[in-house]
């Protein structure tokens, strides 16, 4: 609210210097910003809009942020009602939504080539072009990798493991029980609640063989023997006891407590591990598969051009678009944020692909997917019940991986209208 | 003095225009007027009420037969939200939650407050302490309540009732990692949460009781347990019933305990603690499935009707 009377103070403003220069050459134009509350992702923004407007004089951008718990209902309320602003920012998943319903524009292709995308940005990029055209470009992007204990290993007299199997060994060296055989410390923290959906769908089946999807992820194809072998991987980390998900309820909070040696998680995490007093920690890429595949899972958020931005306006917002996805600006994000930058050039230099913390996630991106989900929600539901039909109702792995793949290929079905 | 001419000057002035003014207003009876005044300040609630909860509901039963993700149009799609409804194995299943919920939760605290209650009303001693304390939880926050039970459920070597189990060398209980045990681990926070108000109402029943009757009872030489049949509970009644119809209404839209304490998997595990105001929140703002999420709320409306009437019947028994 108070940043709507701000915006519209601006636009008065604005509209008033207009009114007085109005021979002026250049005409002053004001758009809005919007993105949801994390610190360091306003204070980045912040520096950017500054960075942006110098470069700009007669271009103005009014940044609004909510609490990221109510954001998605906002801006799905507002942006219809033409409430919304010129350029905003959206998780990938929920762009399809958006383009359906005419709410944001494709970017022009003249400076936004897909060529120039596809040529230029990490590959995963591409799931924002529909019909040969770019609706959204990320700044910056985030990948999974290997967190572990250091101090933990060391005790256990453990390396850091670079394949499945070298990371179930040194999970089960650095699991520890009490004398009821209860887990004090588990090797490898899990929970599909978590990550572990990303892990399951776009690293293990992939290292098993297998594609989880086929037809541009419309067809689940994970109710084969890839998926099978991934699943059983999975299951048997509890079975072999280095692992117990639900673990100190979250399996973060059990990474964070010195209580799990590894922990599979998003770059998004390495602030709050930073904050951890008392917490040796380091990163590596996940595990190779047994063949020596890697893969990984890539999520991000895009910035947008709106419907409702027009004329002067839109031709204001393609400028900021264009800093937004700069090498200038995604270097700036990942000094102020710490999230990757999407741009390979950026992300592949010298000094970033080698970075201690954010190195093995870069070079995760090079071979990461991204998963185009429905609903990711009831998604990552299917595949936390699959587990759970196992493990609490002793059901046959493959009636559950069955059961999963038709219920997940159901959600599917009835989002594309099939 | 001088002012007595201004008066004599003012009365027929004021009359004049009471006659001629003679418009709606003035024809009005003094009745009927006052029924227009009675109206004018209803009007604010009403349009309140209006605004803020028949428009919205009467647009829930509506939106119920059309599908919209807030980003689209609406279109309609007739029954097919009801269809998918009742032939979704989760909903049944949510639909024996909510019920679960409902028929374990009122009785067991109904009964566990009256005993408590039933007591603490013979207590002396700290009687005002003892009952400040059983209402401290009616007043805490369900939100950080329901945290703090999640962590004493949990597996060592952070949950405080496993790590009591384990030291005395009994094999944990999986408390919410479990399709059985989770509904009523999460019931039991939530009845203790409810139990402090019950107590006091309970006790406020038990002093309206005329204490003649136990004298006269006392006399004649009848037994503890005939009083309390004979006496205490039927002269309870109202008070029961009130408590019955409150607390099963509570029960019946249970949700801060089941989504705090199952955030990660919100009703699980395999919704087996899936109440439908649970079901309805994801529908409509995970999934973005407002139709779908409105025909939902219409079937608790109607869930939540027919106990309400079933309810209103008995009171009006007495």
């Known amino acids: ?8 103070l601006a636009a008065l403003a604005t509209s008033a210097a207009a009114l007085g220069a109005s021979g002026a050459a250049a005409q002053e134009v004001t758009i809005e910003y919007w993105q949801y509350f994390f610190e360091a992702r306003v204070n980045a923004m912040d520096q950017l809009i500054e960075n942006f407007e110098a470069a700009n004089p007669n271009i103005n951008v009014e940044m609004t942020h909510f609490p990221y718990a109510d954001y998605r209902t906002r801006t799905a309320v507002a942006v219809p009602a033409g409430e919304g602003p010129d350029i905003v920012q959206l998780f990938y998943g929920w762009l399809n939504d958006y383009i359906d319903a005419e709410l944001i524009q494709p970017l022009p292709a003249d400076r936004f080539s897909p060529e120039m995308v596809e040529s230029e940005f990490f590959p995963m990029v591409q799931a924002m072009e529909r019909d040969g055209q770019y609706f959204a470009l990320p700044t910056a992007v985030r990948s999974l990798a290997l967190f572990y204990n250091q101090r933990l ?23 520890e029980r009490d004398g009821a055989g209860n887990i004090t410390q588990v090797g490898l923290t899990t929970g599909m609640t978590a990550q572990d959906h990303h892990w399951f769908r776009e690293v293990l089946i992939r290292q098993m063989g297998g594609e989880p999807y086929t037809d541009g992820y419309r067809n689940v194809n994970y109710d084969n023997e890839a998926g099978r072998a991934a699943l059983d991987f999975y299951l048997g980390l509890e079975e072999q006891g280095v692992t117990q998900s639900g673990f100190m309820d979250e399996p973060q909070a059990a990474f964070r407590g010195n209580r799990a040696a590894f922990h599979i998680d998003g770059s998004f995490r390495i602030g709050a591990l930073n904050d951890s007093r008392g917490l040796d920690w380091g990163v590596t890429e996940l595990p190779a598969g047994p063949d020596g595949t890697r893969s990984n899972y890539s999520s991000y958020w895009v910035n947008a051009i709106t419907s409702s931005a027009e004329g002067a306006e839109y031709d204001a917002a393609v400028l900021f678009m264009e800093y937004l996805t700069s090498p200038e600006a995604m270097q700036i994000w990942l000094d102020v944020v710490g999230e990757l930058p999407a741009r390979a050039e950026v992300g592949m230099t010298e000094e970033n692909a080698n970075n201690e ?3 093995p996630f870069i070079r995760g991106l090079e071979y990461a997917n991204t998963t185009i989900f429905a609903d990711e929600s009831a998604q990552r539901q299917v595949l936390v019940d699959m587990i759970e039909r196992v493990q609490l109702q002793d ?3 493959g009636e559950s991986l069955s059961i999963a793949a038709e219920a997940e290929q159901a959600i599917l079905d009835d989002y594309y209208g099939e | 003095m001088a002012s007595n001419p201004s008066i004599h000057d003012t009365i027929p002035q004021e009359k004049q225009p009471a006659v001629t003014r003679g418009g709606f207003y003035g024809r009005l009876s003094i009745n009927q007027k006052r029924t227009l005044w009675a109206w004018a300040f209803l009007a604010v609630p009403i349009l309140f009420y209006v605004v803020i909860r028949f428009y919205p509901t009467g647009n829930a039963m509506v939106l119920s037969f059309q599908e919209w993700n807030l980003l689209g149009d609406r279109t309609w799609n007739g029954v097919d939200n009801y269809i998918t409804l009742f032939s979704d194995p989760v909903f049944w299943q949510v639909f024996r939650n909510t019920f679960a919920y409902l028929l374990i939760g009122t009785p067991v605290s109904l009964v566990i407050s009256f005993i408590i209650a039933y007591h603490l009303d013979q207590v002396r001693f700290m009687h005002g302490t003892i009952r400040a304390l059983y209402f401290v939880p009616f007043m805490t926050s369900a939100v950080a309540m329901a945290w703090v039970w999640r962590w004493f459920y949990q597996d060592v070597p952070i949950g405080l009732f496993n790590n009591m189990l384990a030291s005395v060398g009994i094999a944990q209980i999986d408390f919410l990692d479990s399709t059985t045990n989770a509904l009523p681990s999460i ?8 139990l402090g108000f019950q107590i006091i109402i309970f006790m406020a029943g038990l002093r309206a009781i005329p204490r003649t009757f136990y004298e006269a009872a006392k006399i004649d030489g009848v037994s503890t347990w005939t009083v309390l049949w004979e006496i205490t509970l039927p002269l309870l009644r109202p008070t029961i019933v009130f408590i019955v119809v409150l607390s099963s209404i509570g029960f019946l839209r249970i949700f801060d305990h089941v989504f705090n304490m199952t955030t990660a998997n919100p009703g699980g595990p395999l919704n087996s603690t899936k109440p439908l105001v649970l079901m309805i929140y994801q529908t409509a703002f995970d999934s973005f499935d407002m139709g779908y999420a409105a025909a939902q709320t219409v079937v608790l409306f109607v869930i939540l009707l027919i106990v309400s009437l079933i309810q209103l019947r008995l009171l009006k028994d007495r």
């Open chain 2, 187 to 194: 019931l039991a926070p939530a009845i203790w949460a409810g």
């Open chain 1, 153 to 175: 290993l060391d005790a256990a007299g453990v390396e850091v493991p670079t394949t499945l199997d070298e990371l179930v060994a040194a999970a089960e060296a650095t699991t």
């Open chain 1, 1 to 8: 609210m108070k940043m709507n009377f701000r915006t519209a």
């Open chain 1, 395 to 397: 059901m046959d792995p």
């Open chain 1, 357 to 359: 913390v954010f190195g």
